[in-house]
């Protein structure tokens, strides 16, 4: 949201809001489990209020509006108690520990990043096999030794993570931010390359969403600037968003301000600047629809001017020679390509260099080596597409096969770019080209302990509720048979236009070595498919999200894929709402569930995190007919008393500032006090995490063998041992 998940929310108003509380009852929160694993279930009690809101004439039941206030000392303890359940649950479940030994054989392996050049100097995250946490280094683009500038591994004892980085174009000094508790919340520091020593004057706070833009000399950059006014509410800061401009050695109080914030919560303001430094653009992002955009020509013009305002359509420009290329949806929905003269940048004026194609949605386009690469999706995998600067076919750029590829890393005069290559069956790997003569080499690889040759993938298509085709993935052994026997694990997200794309994931090889399925779906929401894909899964149409990731399920059973009585279904942040939404209205169909720090309550979720920034998502509840919607699928206020509920594994983080934790705790004590199947509800808090998680590797192993050994137990699919 930033996509609620990606590095991406209005209180209701009075007239709309009544609602009455009855005295609060003694507080009773045991800390122990009332069943064990064995006998199949595992619940902490939780105290229930009579709270109803009438809201637009409807009656609305909130009875664990109290666990939104994570402040209180009840809430804690019923924090501590609930994590201490799940923990006590998971590690006693049979074969976890074979799964932890596993897993830290596959991602205690190296990792490595796709570089950065700037100046004479390549930048990359690496981790070595024995680290927590990947580390910033740097070396000559012409070869040489390797060297560590940044390695978080020892910041607050691990604590602190290492957010945006991002090089001056001489590549002598690195602006980066700390991001404490792995959350979205950073303050930005800067770096000297040659002497690794921090600048103690250039310590920027309020950086949450700084993307430096640094000037062609390196003496400054613009940056987003978030403050923090005592008494302000998460959900009203985004409105409180500045452009700014820091002069290196100077302290932040005399940054200058550039652009003022809009006031409006619902939107986003970012900047970028051109390499030369001679235009500025700022943009007024209204979630993930559209956008406004103003350019200003440093050094000629006193003021903004826009470029385009007002449009509900997306817009991205890159400048370089004085020139604007423009990738937008205005028109086309799986996006075109416009130049236009800086001088002359009014609407009139652009000339379409790439048509829209109709097979394919264009995702993003660079700028590199005098070329322009386009990053193509094709039925969901990976194009990379090479044009002139007018528009005029190069090549393609040659993959070895099938899977995601981010598009090229370089610079716009050099002939030499970056890019990596991921699939379900090959590990991440980063190339080296020249645009040239289209000569390319591996540059880096993941090498991981597995035979990625055992594994298979299909993509096929399934109807959906109303008949729509969707596209799925579907990952496997080679001798698992199609036979309807197999268990299976399905994820999807299906908002924001993001596209789920083939990826290497190496902690659901044992999952896939027990003989599990893995399938991916391409939910509308998404942006597989282009605009009109998204919008089809957005505002009023977001019970056609649930309805595709349901289908997906069904078509998985019907076509002997997998064994219908075990699929579970995974997803987080907005696939977190997926999951819980499918769960409730169809709490038939699936094994087990997996959800990851959600959105759940939709008609409270814009007064706590960043969900004001997402109304134009899903619409704004204080307004009468999105609440209509809204409450209509709101997974929270659908758990019906009395169903029999699957097994429930909540995932949730402690320092999540995106999306509030409040959601998944009301909604794991509403599950508990309603299910009638006596299952497990299970709530687990990462401690020292954001909502991306936590980012050391031994977190990840704990949380992956929990979910995995939840998967075996709920399915059941043979215990793995040791080895």
Same mark, same amino acid.
């Given at each position: 949201?930033?996509?609620?998940? /990606?590095?991406?929310?209005?209180?209701?108003?009075?007239?709309?809001?009544?609602?009455?509380?009855?005295?609060?009852?003694?507080?009773?929160?045991?800390?122990?489990?009332?069943?064990?694993?064995?006998?199949?279930?595992?619940?902490?009690?939780?105290?229930?209020?009579?709270?109803?809101?009438?809201?637009?004439?409807?009656?609305?039941?909130?009875?664990?509006?109290?666990?939104?206030?994570?402040?209180?000392?009840?809430?804690?303890?019923?924090?501590?108690?609930?994590?201490?359940?799940?923990?006590?649950?998971?590690?006693?479940?049979?074969?976890?520990?074979?799964?932890?030994?596993?897993?830290?054989?596959?991602?205690?392996?190296?990792?490595?990043?796709?570089?950065?050049?700037?100046?004479?100097?390549?930048?990359?995250?690496?981790?070595?096999?024995?680290?927590?946490?990947?580390?910033?280094?740097?070396?000559?683009?012409?070869?040489?030794?390797?060297?560590?500038?940044?390695?978080?591994?020892?910041?607050?004892?691990?604590?602190?993570?290492?957010?945006?980085?991002?090089?001056?174009?001489?590549?002598?000094?690195?602006?980066?931010?700390?991001?404490?508790?792995?959350?979205?919340?950073?303050?930005?520091?800067?770096?000297?390359?040659?002497?690794?020593?921090?600048?103690?004057?250039?310590?920027?706070?309020?950086?949450?969403?700084?993307?430096?833009?640094?000037?062609?000399?390196?003496?400054?950059?613009?940056?987003?600037?978030?403050?923090?006014?005592?008494?302000?509410?998460?959900?009203?800061?985004?409105?409180?968003?500045?452009?700014?401009?820091?002069? /290196?050695?100077?302290?932040?109080?005399?940054?200058?301000?550039?652009?003022?914030?809009?006031?409006?919560?619902?939107?986003?303001?970012?900047?970028?600047?051109?390499?030369?430094?001679? #235009?500025?653009?700022?943009?007024?992002?209204?979630?993930?629809?559209?956008?406004?955009?103003?350019?200003?020509?440093?050094?000629?013009?006193?003021?903004?001017?826009?470029?385009?305002?007002?449009?509900?359509?997306?817009?991205?420009?890159?400048?370089?020679?004085?020139?604007?290329?423009?990738?937008?949806?205005?028109?086309?929905?799986?996006?075109?390509?416009?130049?236009?003269?800086?001088?002359?940048?009014?609407?009139?004026?652009?000339?379409?260099?790439?048509?829209?194609?109709?097979?394919?949605?264009?995702?993003?386009?660079?700028?590199?080596?005098?070329?322009?690469?386009?990053?193509?999706?094709?039925?969901?995998?990976?194009?990379?597409?090479?044009?002139?600067? /007018?528009?005029?076919?190069?090549?393609?750029?040659?993959?070895?096969?099938?899977?995601?590829?981010?598009?090229?890393?370089?610079?716009?005069?050099?002939?030499?770019?970056?890019?990596?290559?991921?699939?379900?069956?090959?590990?991440?790997?980063?190339?080296?080209?020249?645009?040239?003569?289209?000569?390319?080499?591996?540059?880096?690889?993941?090498?991981?302990?597995?035979?990625?040759?055992?594994?298979?993938?299909?993509?096929?298509?399934?109807?959906?509720?109303?008949?729509?085709?969707?596209?799925?993935?579907?990952?496997?052994?080679?001798?698992?048979?199609?036979?309807?026997?197999?268990?299976?694990?399905?994820?999807?997200?299906?908002?924001?236009?993001?596209?789920?794309?083939?990826?290497?994931?190496?902690?659901?090889?044992?999952?896939?070595?027990?003989?599990?399925?893995?399938?991916?779906?391409?939910?509308?929401?998404?942006?597989?498919?282009?605009?009109?894909?998204?919008?089809?899964?957005?505002?009023?149409?977001?019970?056609?999200?649930?309805?595709?990731?349901?289908?997906?399920?069904?078509?998985?059973?019907?076509?002997?894929?997998?064994?219908?009585?075990?699929?579970?279904?995974?997803?987080?942040?907005?696939?977190?709402?997926?999951?819980?939404?499918?769960?409730?209205?169809?709490?038939?169909?699936?094994?087990? #569930?997996?959800?990851?720090?959600?959105?759940?309550?939709?008609?409270?979720?814009?007064?706590?995190?960043?969900?004001?920034?997402?109304?134009?998502?899903?619409?704004?509840?204080?307004?009468?007919?999105?609440?209509?919607?809204?409450?209509?699928?709101?997974?929270?206020?659908?758990?019906?008393?009395?169903?029999?509920?699957?097994?429930?594994?909540?995932?949730?983080?402690?320092?999540?500032?995106?999306?509030?934790?409040?959601?998944?705790?009301?909604?794991?004590?509403?599950?508990?006090?309603?299910?009638?199947?006596?299952?497990?509800?299970?709530?687990?808090?990462?401690?020292?995490?954001?909502?991306?998680?936590?980012?050391?590797?031994?977190?990840?192993?704990?949380?992956?063998?929990?979910?995995?050994?939840?998967?075996?137990?709920?399915?059941?699919?043979?215990?793995?041992?040791?080895?």
């Amino acid at each position: 949201m930033r996509p609620i998940f /990606l590095n991406t929310l209005v209180l209701l108003g009075c007239s709309a809001t009544s609602h009455t509380v009855t005295p609060p009852e003694p507080v009773t929160t045991p800390t122990t489990p009332i069943a064990s694993p064995d006998a199949g279930t595992a619940r902490v009690q939780t105290r229930s209020e009579t709270l109803v809101d009438t809201l637009f004439g409807q009656k609305v039941a909130d009875p664990y509006r109290w666990l939104e206030d994570e402040k209180s000392a009840e809430v804690q303890a019923w924090m501590v108690a609930q994590d201490a359940n799940a923990r006590a649950f998971l590690e006693a479940l049979p074969g976890r520990t074979a799964l932890v030994k596993r897993l830290e054989a596959l991602l205690y392996v190296g990792a490595i990043g796709v570089p950065v050049e700037r100046g004479t100097r390549l930048f990359y995250m690496k981790r070595d096999a024995h680290q927590e946490k990947a580390v910033l280094c740097w070396r000559a683009k012409e070869g040489g030794a390797e060297k560590v500038l940044l390695d978080p591994n020892g910041w607050d004892g691990g604590k602190t993570s290492l957010g945006t980085w991002v090089p001056s174009w001489d590549g002598k000094r690195v602006a980066f931010g700390q991001n404490p508790n792995h959350a979205d919340e950073a303050v930005m520091h800067l770096v000297d390359v040659d002497t690794g020593k921090w600048s103690e004057v250039d310590v920027l706070e309020g950086a949450k969403y700084a993307g430096p833009s640094w000037t062609h000399n390196g003496r400054g950059f613009y940056y987003e600037y978030l403050p923090n006014p005592a008494g302000t509410a998460i959900a009203d800061r985004p409105g409180l968003t500045e452009i700014r401009f820091h002069t /290196l050695g100077e302290p932040q109080a005399k940054d200058t301000l550039v652009r003022a914030a809009t006031h409006d919560a619902t939107t986003f303001l970012s900047q970028s600047l051109s390499r030369d430094g001679k #235009v500025l653009l700022v943009y007024v992002v209204h979630g993930w629809t559209h956008n406004d955009v103003y350019m200003k020509r440093l050094g000629r013009d006193r003021d903004f001017k826009p470029l385009v305002v007002g449009q509900r359509a997306q817009y991205s420009v890159d400048v370089w020679k004085g020139y604007l290329y423009v990738l937008t949806d205005e028109g086309a929905p799986r996006k075109r390509l416009f130049r236009a003269s800086v001088d002359r940048p009014l609407r009139e004026a652009w000339k379409q260099i790439v048509p829209e194609d109709a097979q394919a949605t264009l995702q993003g386009t660079s700028l590199v080596g005098g070329l322009l690469s386009l990053d193509y999706l094709k039925a969901a995998t990976s194009e990379l597409r090479l044009v002139t600067l /007018l528009g005029k076919p190069v090549r393609k750029v040659a993959l070895p096969e099938l899977g995601s590829v981010s598009n090229l890393q370089g610079q716009e005069d050099s002939p030499v770019a970056y890019y990596s290559l991921t699939s379900f069956t090959r590990a991440f790997e980063v190339y080296r080209t020249n645009l040239r003569t289209g000569a390319t080499t591996l540059w880096a690889k993941v090498e991981v302990p597995v035979d990625a040759s055992r594994y298979t993938s299909d993509q096929v298509r399934y109807p959906s509720k109303d008949g729509t085709e969707v596209t799925m993935f579907i990952v496997r052994k080679k001798d698992v048979a199609r036979d309807g026997t197999a268990p299976a694990l399905l994820y999807g997200y299906g908002g924001f236009n993001v596209s789920m794309t083939p990826s290497f994931i190496k902690t659901l090889i044992p999952w896939l070595d027990a003989g599990g399925v893995y399938a991916l779906t391409n939910l509308r929401g998404g942006g597989e498919y282009g605009k009109a894909w998204h919008e089809a899964g957005m505002f009023k149409n977001k019970q056609k999200v649930f309805d595709d990731f349901i289908g997906a399920a069904e078509a998985l059973g019907k076509e002997k894929w997998a064994d219908p009585k075990r699929i579970a279904i995974f997803g987080g942040s907005n696939g977190g709402l997926l999951v819980g939404a499918a769960m409730v209205q169809r709490p038939d169909l699936f094994g087990a #569930v997996v959800c990851a720090v959600p959105l759940l309550d939709m008609v409270r979720y814009t007064q706590f995190g960043s969900g004001r920034t997402w109304a134009e998502e899903y619409g704004d509840p204080s307004v009468e007919a999105d609440f209509g919607w809204l409450l209509a699928y709101s997974p929270y206020h659908h758990v019906v008393a009395g169903t029999r509920y699957p097994p429930l594994l909540l995932l949730s983080s402690d320092h999540d500032d995106r999306v509030d934790p409040m959601h998944a705790r009301k909604f794991a004590a509403l599950v508990e006090a309603s299910s009638a199947s006596h299952q497990p509800v299970l709530l687990r808090i990462e401690r020292n995490a954001g909502h991306g998680g936590a980012d050391q590797v031994k977190q990840a192993v704990a949380q992956s063998a929990d979910m995995l050994a939840f998967l075996f137990l709920e399915l059941g699919v043979p215990s793995p041992t040791a080895p």
